[in-house]
């Protein structure tokens, strides 16, 4: 890449260049680093996963194996002059790129196990999972500490649900419910449940599970829908990955449809002052692009007229990043662990975090 074109960055402990000439984003290996490349105008990577293998690759290649969700093309433009990139299998999409390292790197790479998820270059959450009804659900049940967050989540929600309504909800609505995973979780509880989502294949997987909820494909700070007000909303995997300017207005379009002294239900899966996050950035990595810590989160519910009344943190007892995805979901002490460090004092850094906020 030419000197002009490389805007030079730190990442998980790499080193990362943006070559805006070719429209690529190229992190090298560096300790823990990871190797890839990719067309930015249709897909940006995220490491969901660990070193997989501390296995030794080609002097100047490195192997990847990815998920390449949301109809990410890689190659599409052709490889750049400096970098080929290019499918070696496309039932198992194996990607291996030849890069040519500067001299003093080491020419030795670790191999990741990365998943890839679409995203636009404009960086608005709501068209990141357009695309991904068809295999999200598996996507959670293969990313360890996903599998493990869900499975907690859906042990404790309907505990919660029957302490704030006894004798159950009038009227619930899932806001992003993707492929319908809280929904279900939480409609066997209610009277009435109603269900919105802006996209197309995760709502036609949610309907397949659950026939007896109203679902409505809608972006609910565009939409003038009538719905009415609910007793119950529900929000999670959402707060945590959208950007400020979309909290805001989701959190206000949410607020106007809850009935005074309703409930919002949310989750925060990616606190960046989660204790392996603290720890990992002490040892020189980076925990990713993550900013809603719970006083921020607190703030955002407070500004829109609502205070919270429970928090129940999971997976507090996770210290060190490598933790995260070496917890199987069942895991008998983990269920012990989860029990003992389960108090909301330990909210703050908990690495995900169920918030029950009322309407004042």
């Known amino acids: 890449m030419p000197p002009n074109t490389r805007q030079h960055l730190r990442a998980s402990n790499s080193r990362l260049w943006i070559d805006r000439a070719h429209d690529c984003l190229v992190v090298l290996p560096r300790r823990r680093a990871v190797f890839c490349?990719?067309?930015?105008?249709?897909?940006?990577?995220?490491?969901?996963?660990?070193?997989?293998?501390?296995?030794?690759?080609?002097?100047?290649?490195?192997?990847?194996?990815?998920?390449?969700?949301?109809?990410a093309r890689l190659a599409e433009a052709g490889p750049p002059a400096d970098m080929a990139l290019w499918a070696e299998s496309a039932a198992a999409n194996r990607l291996t790129m030849p890069c040519h390292c500067p001299p003093h790197r080491p020419r030795r790479a670790l191999i990741f196990t990365m998943q890839m998820t679409s995203m636009q270059t404009t960086d608005d959450y709501r068209l990141s999972h357009v695309d991904r009804g068809g295999n999200y659900d598996a996507f959670l049940a293969e990313t360890p500490f996903d599998a493990y967050m869900a499975e907690w989540e859906d042990r404790h929600l309907p505990q919660i649900i029957r302490r704030l309504f006894p004798n159950g909800v009038p009227r619930y609505l899932d806001f992003a419910c993707g492929t319908g995973r809280i929904t279900a979780t939480i409609a066997p509880l209610c009277r009435e449940s109603v269900a919105v989502d802006i996209s197309p294949s995760m709502i036609e997987v949610a309907r397949q599970k659950l026939p007896g909820t109203t679902f409505h494909l809608c972006d609910l700070t565009q939409s003038e829908l009538e719905l009415g007000n609910f007793d119950l909303i529900s929000s999670f995997r959402f707060f945590g990955n959208a950007q400020d300017d979309l909290r805001e207005k989701v959190m206000h379009s949410l607020v106007e449809r809850l009935a005074p002294g309703g409930y919002l239900v949310i989750n925060n899966h990616r606190n960046p002052r989660a204790l392996y996050a603290l720890f990992d950035r002490l040892s020189g990595g980076d925990s990713g692009v993550m900013d809603l810590h719970l006083?921020?989160?607190?703030?955002?519910l407070g500004r829109h007229g609502l205070r919270i009344k429970l928090l129940q943190p999971i997976g507090a007892w996770m210290y060190r990043a490598r933790l995260l995805g070496a917890v199987p979901a069942g895991d008998a002490r983990a269920a012990a662990k989860e029990r003992r460090y389960g108090h909301r004092?330990?909210?703050a850094v908990a690495p995900d975090v169920i918030v029950v906020a009322q309407r004042r």
């Open 345 to 347: 004092a330990l909210s």
């Open 37 to 71: 490349a990719m067309n930015t105008a249709s897909t940006l990577g995220c490491v969901c996963g660990a070193v997989a293998a501390g296995g030794r690759c080609a002097p100047d290649a490195i192997q990847i194996r990815a998920d390449l969700t949301g109809g």
């Open 295 to 300: 006083p921020k989160l607190r703030s955002l």
